[in-house]
């Protein structure tokens, strides 16, 4: 079993940044695709951005592509999400999450850090 703790989550400015990150343990999280997605008051959980077994590929949604990048450092058992030019619809608690076939179907999920993006 994997376990996932979020860190990093705050209160910011518009137009500025953050980086959250994430450290795996119980498992080596070279073998999972992994990623971030968030959920805001009020509306669904959403994918956010993920990335490879490897690292070579990434993903990420409309919403935030241009802006967030999101790397892995297997090595540290680590994922983590920069998130530049925020704005206040970033608002949201944001989750690490794994998945062992695809990012769109996690198998573990983190508690979730708030991220708070003042107007």
């Known amino acids: 079993q994997v376990q996932l703790v979020e860190s990093g989550g705050r209160l910011v400015q518009a137009g500025g940044s953050l980086r959250l990150s994430c450290a795996a343990s119980?498992?080596?999280?070279?073998?999972?695709?992994a990623g971030w997605y968030r959920q805001a008051p009020g509306k669904e959980r959403e994918f956010v951005a993920g990335?490879?077994?490897?690292?070579?590929?990434?993903y990420y949604s409309d919403s935030v592509k241009g802006r967030f990048t999101v790397s892995r450092d297997n090595a540290k058992n680590t994922v983590s999400l920069q998130m530049n030019s925020l704005n206040p619809e970033d608002t949201a608690v944001y989750f690490c999450?794994?998945?062992?076939?695809?990012?769109?179907?996690?198998?573990?999920w983190g508690q979730g850090t708030q991220v708070t993006v003042s107007s």
């Open positions: 119980g498992g080596a999280l070279i073998n999972y695709y």
């Open positions: 999450a794994c998945g062992s076939m695809s990012i769109q179907r996690p198998d573990y």
């Open positions: 990335i490879s077994w490897s690292g070579g590929v990434t």
